[in-house]
């Protein structure tokens, strides 16, 4: 059975940086695309970024671009979105999700497996 945990978040100023962290296990990791969405109260969950598996390609959501960077290390089974320049419309849950194939998808239809989301706030 696949699980993810993710871990980083918290509470940080406009400006400000995090990174969080997905570590995976029961699967496949080197051959499962990866993706984050997120979720802000009253809102529907939302794509932020994904990568293909191994690596290599990445797609992001126009909010994102140019400030959040997915990345992998399969080696220890873990995926990577390090969030700079944070704005306080970047306040959200923030998932992790597993895809049983090895290209991207911003779809969250597209996703086997989740988290459990790990808060992130940012204040102005």
């Known amino acids: 059975q696949v699980q993810l945990v993710e871990s980083g978040g918290g509470l940080v100023q406009a400006g400000g940086s995090l990174r969080l962290f997905c570590a995976a296990s029961?699967?496949?990791?080197?051959?499962?695309?990866m993706g984050w969405f997120r979720q802000a109260p009253g809102k529907e969950r939302e794509f932020v970024t994904t990568?293909?598996?191994?690596?290599?390609?990445?797609r992001y959501a126009d909010a994102v671009k140019g400030r959040f960077t997915i990345s992998r290390d399969n080696a220890k089974n873990t995926v990577y979105l390090q969030m700079n320049n944070l704005k306080p419309e970047d306040t959200a849950v923030y998932y992790c999700?597993?895809?049983?194939?090895?290209?991207?998808?911003?779809?969250?239809?597209?996703?086997?497996?989740w988290g459990q989301g790990t808060q992130v706030t940012v204040s102005s």
């Open positions: 999700a597993l895809r049983i194939a090895t290209t991207t998808a911003r779809s969250s239809d597209e996703y086997d497996y």
């Open positions: 029961g699967g496949t990791f080197s051959r499962n695309a």
């Open positions: 990568i293909s598996a191994p690596g290599g390609i990445t």
